[in-house]
């Protein structure tokens, strides 16, 4: 990770490889959170597995290439996506009995559909967690010009 | 519960040898298995939710403290012990132990946990959010406020990380910035 | 004392992460010391909440728990978001010391005192 970080990734096995499992890790992100009121799980790991894949294509194919899917930009709005969800569900509680009231129909137990805001707020908090993660990686690993300027 | 004693000698086996090996990047990788030993306790003490969080958390972890430690251009050696700061921190850990004894006296004892809240929250975790697992009931309806909370820091800390390491922004980089010590 | 050996286990891993706070030179010692005491303290949290032969505190749709035989899930609620938050505090360190490293070029933080530049 020497001496080409960040714009011409790693060797064709590491791409290879990277091309065949990173959509199943982004699909078992997706389980976790979506079954985060049913089994162990939730949000915030669902949205550290999510960050992670986005991590491995970057580390894998450099980043002049996968910032193509994967870009700044991107991850900052979707960032702020997932806070304004949070903060709207919690608002739209206040009209039946307080902020973060639990409005939605409880449902039968044990199903998907079931626990009211629940999922939906998994959801937000995966979108931020997982866009929170993605732009710290960006952001220490595009310093490319890091020398010692030593001032004296 | 002979395998919760095993982690745990294990795992202070592992931190006194990173804070004492000289290669920084051993020392990051060591913490890093230190992080595993952790979710595996958690393993042992029936926290899953925990467990998978603390090993995704500490995979990223990892891959933070490496980029900080790989690219420095000079050998990555560790400067050594200040000797003053040895005294304190011997003698901050010092009082730390003495002021620990009575208050380990009103602790429960070990397995034997006082559950005057968190009793109501796991009974009524079914009955009142319609959730199967208590701990994201108690996590996003019963306390979801620190929830909230938690998202403003993680908000907070990404807006501070971006700011730190931006590149010397308005500027471009051929022309000379002057100098105001003239 | 048996009943009082893992938190005191616990307290030790503890004591080493602060100790290296105090007594390295390095910057990435101490980010290392603070991470050390970071999970240590989360482990003393779900320590607390274990109770003897006790279940995660999860219902099952194929038998009926009670729930006088889950572990305490409250702690591991507070757990869970330490956990994340101490994530974003190292980050923010490792960023505050590659800086530190660019501007002074080395990691030693007495050197940086003595540079004060």
């Not at chain 2, 990223?60 to 012990?81: E, F, K, L």
């Given at each position: 990770m020497s001496g080409n970080t960040g714009t011409q990734g790693m060797s064709l096995i590491v791409k290879t490889v990277t091309r065949l499992t990173v959509g199943l890790v982004f699909l078992y992100g997706v389980f976790i959170v979506l079954n985060g009121h049913l089994s162990p799980g939730g949000g915030f790991s669902g949205g550290v597995i999510i960050g992670l894949a986005f991590v491995n294509l970057v580390l894998a194919y450099g980043r002049d290439t996968a910032s193509k899917i994967a870009t700044a930009a991107g991850?900052?709005?979707?960032?702020?996506?997932?806070?304004?969800?949070f903060i709207s569900i919690a608002l739209l509680g206040l009209q039946w009995g307080g902020f973060l009231q639990n409005f939605l129909p409880h449902g039968t137990p044990f199903h998907l559909v079931s626990a009211g805001t629940l999922p939906l707020l998994n959801i937000a908090i995966c979108l931020k967690v997982g866009a929170g993660m993605f732009s710290i990686f960006l952001a220490l690993i595009v310093l490319l010009k890091f020398e010692s300027e030593v001032k004296r | 519960m002979i395998e919760l004693?095993?982690?745990?000698?294990?795992?202070?086996?592992?931190?006194?040898?990173?804070?004492?090996?000289?290669?920084?990047?051993?020392?990051?990788?060591?913490?890093?298995?230190?992080?595993?030993?952790?979710?595996?306790?958690?393993?042992?003490?029936?926290?899953?939710?925990?467990?998978?969080?603390?090993?995704?958390?500490?995979?990223?972890?990892?891959?933070?403290?490496?980029?900080?430690?790989?690219?420095?251009?000079?050998?990555?050696?560790?400067?050594?012990?200040?000797?003053?700061?040895?005294?304190?921190?011997?003698?901050?850990?010092?009082?730390?132990?003495?002021?620990?004894?009575?208050?380990?006296?009103?602790?429960?004892?070990?397995g034997h946990p006082l559950m005057l809240v968190s009793s109501r929250y796991a009974s009524g975790a079914v009955a009142r959010t319609g959730a199967v697992n208590a701990v994201t009931s108690i996590v996003l309806d019963f306390r979801g406020y620190d929830t909230l909370g938690e998202a403003t820091i993680l908000f907070t800390a990404v807006v501070g990380v971006v700011t730190v390491l931006r590149a010397r922004g308005r500027k471009s980089e051929d022309e000379q910035v002057p100098e105001s010590e003239e | 004392m048996s009943s009082y050996m893992p938190y005191m286990l616990c307290f030790v891993l503890f004591c080493i992460g602060i100790f290296a706070?105090?007594?390295?030179?390095?910057?990435?010692?101490?980010?290392?010391?603070?991470?050390?005491?970071?999970?240590?303290?989360?482990?003393?949290?779900?320590?607390?909440?274990?109770?003897?032969?006790?279940?995660?505190?999860?219902?099952?749709?194929?038998?009926?728990?009670?729930?006088?035989?889950?572990?305490?899930?409250?702690?591991?609620?507070?757990?869970?978001?330490?956990?994340?938050?101490?994530?974003?505090?190292?980050?923010?360190?490792?960023?505050?010391?590659?800086?530190l490293y660019e501007k002074y070029g080395t990691f030693d933080v007495t050197k940086i005192r003595e540079l004060r530049g």
């Open positions: 991850a900052s709005m979707i960032e702020s996506l997932g806070a304004v969800m | 004693y095993v982690m745990l000698g294990l795992m202070i086996a592992g931190a006194i040898i990173a804070i004492e090996v000289r290669n920084l990047l051993s020392a990051v990788i060591t913490v890093g298995v230190i992080g595993l030993g952790v979710s595996v306790v958690f393993l042992l003490l029936k926290a899953p939710d925990i467990a998978l969080t603390q090993l995704v958390v500490e995979i990223m972890a990892v891959i933070i403290m490496i980029r900080a430690t790989i690219n420095t251009g000079i050998a990555s050696v560790d400067s050594g012990t200040k000797r003053f700061g040895s005294f304190l921190g011997l003698a901050v850990v010092v009082l730390m132990c003495v002021g620990a004894l009575p208050v380990m006296q009103h602790v429960q004892r070990f | 706070v105090f007594s390295k030179k390095s910057l990435i010692k101490i980010i290392v010391g603070l991470a050390i005491s970071e999970y240590a303290a989360n482990l003393f949290l779900i320590l607390v909440g274990y109770k003897m032969g006790g279940r995660a505190p999860i219902f099952s749709p194929t038998e009926t728990i009670s729930p006088d035989l889950m572990v305490d899930p409250l702690p591991q609620a507070l757990v869970l978001t330490s956990i994340v938050i101490g994530l974003a505090i190292t980050a923010f360190l490792v960023a505050i010391a590659m800086r």
